[in-house]
């Protein structure tokens, strides 16, 4: 249908305009009539999903639907309590040394002349040396690696690699030629470690199946991630 009347047509023509802009579809006969609605609803329905219908008898009660919210509150309190719990400090006895405290470590250094050939015994030299560090010190060396689990042999290698940076550069200059090429903590300190860490709640072990082989493995606890952060965070200077 098409007005004859100017002004009506215009209105008409923008009438047309406003619904084209909307889901329109057009049509010829009473058949393609059907299968543009059907069409149309499926769309509309994809496009603009809404809650459907719900049988009267399986609709809760206004009592169940405030207990559940009851609940619901109560659940998500004790909730937030548990994780201050997990996070909080473990009991640890004021004997323990932590912190700033200072512990002798003992390792093997190895030295290595690349001027000598390879099969010589002068190439590399082998030493024992010791050296202090905090446990904070220590720490550092692997925690950060241990926010997502790792092998157990990730805390010997973030160990070493510290004794490592400390004394290179006064031991270069003590054999001249030699550079040092490894370090290696001792074993019996390495363990200390692992035991010491893990009493002050820090780090936590744990067994897994990798390709088939049970690998021993570590990670931080929620308390440890918690004292890397504060360990590792700036503070404001005057703040202790």
């Not at 088939?212 to 991630?225: D, Q």
């Amino acid at each position: 249908m098409v007005e004859e009347d100017p002004e009506k047509r215009k209105k008409q023509e923008k009438f047309r305009g406003l619904v084209q802009n909307k889901l329109c579809k057009k049509w010829s006969n009473v058949d393609e009539l059907g299968a543009v609605v059907s069409r149309s609803v499926t769309q509309i329905i994809q496009s603009h999903a809404r809650p459907g219908w719900v049988r009267s008898n399986a609709i809760a009660s206004e009592e169940a639907t405030t207990e559940i919210l009851s609940l619901r509150k109560k659940l998500e309190v004790q909730s937030d309590e548990l994780k201050k719990l997990i996070v909080k400090p473990p009991d640890i006895p004021d004997s323990l040394a932590r912190s700033q405290d200072k512990i002798e470590l003992g390792f093997n250094i190895t030295f290595t002349n690349n001027e000598v050939p390879h099969g010589d015994q002068s190439r590399t030299l082998v030493q024992r040396g010791t050296k202090k560090f905090t446990w904070d010190q220590i720490f550092l060396s692997f925690a950060p690696n241990l926010i997502v689990e790792d092998k157990l042999d990730r805390i010997a290698i973030g160990i070493n690699r510290i004794i490592k940076d400390d004394i290179e550069e006064a031991h270069s200059s003590q054999y001249e030629s030699y550079k040092v090429s490894s370090v290696s903590i001792l074993r019996n300190d390495l363990n200390h470690i692992k035991t010491q860490f893990s009493a002050l709640g820090l780090i936590e072990f744990h067994n897994k199946m990798i390709n088939e082989k049970l690998t021993k493995m570590c990670k931080l606890t929620l308390y440890g991630k918690k004292y890397l952060h504060e360990t590792l965070a700036i503070k404001k200077k005057g703040s202790v």
